[in-house]
């Protein structure tokens, strides 16, 4: 719940009737709502196409509210009162003659409410409309802050590439200043996101140790067990490396590589994540054949399932070269880093839904103990856990009892769920409430957006214009081409194939 009281505005969602509305934006509304974190006026304006009433859109959020809501309503009385603040208005919104309907319906809700002016507008659009709903905005004069405020979210992707990301920066730049745009990437709304930044600069344990001379390589890893889920005709458009990489495993990168900032504040932070894209080693024609391994799922059956291959997918073409999975080997060239490997990997169709960052340490310089084991990955690792099973896991190494020295591997841990009575909010709750409060923070600026473009711009040409850059095969619930293993430099060293499970992965797990 924020200390400080917040402006009274309006939150309008372009694209409201759509999936996210339903199943994200109302929901983490109305969780907002439970807190009492919401502005003492506030209101909520729903435009799109679809032909919705006030009250037709309420019965619909209402199910969105009761099926995904992390804090459920008491009783249909408290539901119907929060839903009372929800609006809506059926236009088209890329005809520019419709938004004078929303101009007038903006004031009709300001009058009734004294929400005084500031405005929210949410793109939850397809990406076309990105340049042209915020022009037809300031054709109205719906972008002038005169002793109020008007902002923008806009969700990825944002551009395709780096010319159309350079483009629509200039495009939206024209009629609104940077402050008033908030490019949203909802992996950084994660408790455990913002968790990595008071674990490495609240604690004077680890800061000593996070650099080039105690850590061997780190790991961050995007999984997901679902394909495509219908969405073919996007994706295979995209494909993994703009889908996660660019946005969400570039953002990750850049909280455990930065510098500690001055002060907790949106400047700051966005200062040191900057200097780290910027300081990102170009890949050269050779990296992007040894550094680099794509690959696409095949059909299998796995677990007595059956999965379908990618290009067996709705709406993806028969020949389809479009990488379902990718993992790079990447370098920051500063002091702090220098030659230390990175290793991003991110796929569908992989054996579990896993997303985590994994710190690993240089090992002793002498084994003193001639029982230990020697395995895959036998180091100490500082295991950070995005989702699911939130928590932090700490591998080191202690004697297993009785005479000698036998020496295992244990975890020390935490786990969000052993907060009991303590709510752990949803990424788009918290981001919403940030933009309602003015705090950047959380969200992408330009400076960050055209640098992390700029680094994966040549992966993209080079995949474009080479026919016979590797693509490869791998069966559907599998972790992946055999060859990303290869990446990983060291004796004994490979990806961590990680379970659902954040502690004791090795006795209990689904894989």
């Given at each position: 719940m924020p200390t400080n009281k917040i402006a009274n505005q309006i939150l309008i969602i372009f694209g409201a009737s759509g999936d996210l509305t339903y199943r994200k934006l109302i929901p983490a509304i109305f969780d907002l709502y439970k807190q009492n974190s919401l502005?003492?006026?506030?209101?909520?304006?729903?435009?799109?196409?679809?032909?919705?009433?006030?009250?037709?859109?309420?019965?619909?959020?209402?199910?969105?509210?009761?099926?995904?809501?992390?804090?459920?309503?008491?009783?249909?009385?408290?539901?119907?009162?929060?839903?009372?603040?929800?609006?809506?208005?059926?236009?088209?919104?890329?005809?520019?003659?419709?938004?004078?309907?929303?101009?007038?319906?903006?004031?009709?809700?300001?009058?009734?409410e004294n929400t005084q002016g500031n405005y929210i507008f949410y793109l939850s659009t397809p990406p076309s409309l990105y340049g042209v709903i915020p022009k037809y905005l300031a054709a109205e004069g719906l972008n002038i802050e005169n002793n109020c405020f008007r902002r923008i979210i806009i969700e990825k992707p944002f551009g395709t590439d780096l010319k159309s990301a350079i483009e629509l920066n200039s495009i939206l730049k024209e009629d609104y200043k940077e402050e008033q745009i908030y490019r949203i990437d909802h992996y950084l709304g994660k408790e455990t996101v913002q968790n990595l930044l008071v674990t490495r600069f609240a604690n004077g344990i680890y800061e000593p140790l996070w650099n080039r001379n105690y850590i061997h390589h780190v790991e961050i890893t995007a999984a997901e067990s679902?394909?495509?889920?219908?969405?073919?005709?996007?994706?295979d458009h995209s494909g993994a490396l703009r889908d996660m990489v660019q946005n969400h495993l570039m953002q990750l990168l850049a909280l455990v590589a930065m510098e500690p900032p001055m002060s907790i504040d949106a400047t700051s932070i966005r200062n040191e994540k900057l200097k780290v894209f910027q300081a990102l080693r170009p890949m050269k024609d050779d990296d992007l054949f040894k550094n680099v391994v794509r690959g696409q799922y095949l059909p299998s059956n796995t677990n007595g399932n059956y999965y379908k291959g990618y290009r067996e997918e709705k709406d993806v073409a028969k020949d389809s070269r479009t990488e379902t999975y990718v993992a790079l080997k990447l370098f920051i060239d500063n002091w702090?880093?220098?030659?230390?490997?990175?290793?991003?990997?991110?796929?569908?169709?992989?054996?579990?839904?896993?997303?985590?960052?994994?710190?690993?340490?240089?090992?002793?310089?002498?084994?003193?103990?001639?029982?230990?084991?020697?395995?895959?990955?036998?180091?100490?690792?500082?295991?950070?856990?995005?989702?699911?099973?939130?928590?932090?896991?700490?591998?080191?190494?202690?004697?297993?009892?009785?005479?000698?020295?036998?020496?295992?591997?244990?975890?020390?841990?935490?786990?969000?769920?052993?907060?009991?009575?303590?709510?752990?909010?949803?990424?788009?709750?918290?981001?919403?409430l940030d933009c309602m409060m003015g705090d950047p923070t959380l969200y992408i600026d330009s400076g960050a957006l055209e640098a992390t473009w700029?680094?994966?711009?040549?992966?993209?040409?080079?995949?474009?214009?080479?026919?016979?850059?590797?693509?490869?095969?791998?069966?559907?619930?599998?972790?992946?081409?055999?060859?990303?293993?290869r990446l990983i430099e060291g004796e004994n060293k490979s990806f961590r194939y990680p379970c659902k499970n954040l502690s004791n992965d090795e006795n209990y797990c689904e894989l």
């Open positions: 502005p003492e006026k506030f209101s909520v304006l729903g435009v799109s196409r679809t032909p919705f009433t006030d009250d037709s859109f309420r019965e619909k959020m209402k199910e969105g509210i009761l099926k995904f809501s992390g804090l459920k309503p008491e009783n249909e009385d408290e539901l119907n009162k929060f839903c009372n603040i929800l609006h809506y208005l059926p236009i088209n919104t890329a005809e520019s003659k419709d938004y004078s309907q929303l101009t007038l319906r903006l004031d009709e809700i300001d009058k009734n679902i394909g495509i889920e219908n969405r073919g005709g996007y994706y702090r880093w220098a030659d230390v490997p990175f290793y991003i990997r991110t796929g569908k169709r992989l054996p579990t839904r896993v997303s985590e960052i994994v710190i690993h340490f240089r090992p002793a310089p002498q084994n003193l103990f001639p029982g230990q084991e020697i395995h895959k990955n036998n180091d100490n690792q500082l295991i950070l856990r995005i989702q699911p099973d939130e928590g932090v896991s700490f591998q080191t190494k202690m004697k297993i009892p009785g005479s000698g020295y036998r020496v295992k591997n244990v975890n020390m841990d935490f786990h969000y769920s052993q907060l009991h009575n303590v709510y752990l909010p949803d990424a788009y709750e918290r981001l919403l700029k680094f994966v711009q040549p992966l993209l040409d080079f995949w474009k214009n080479n026919t016979e850059a590797p693509l490869y095969g791998y069966p559907a619930g599998s972790w992946g081409p055999e060859n990303a293993d």
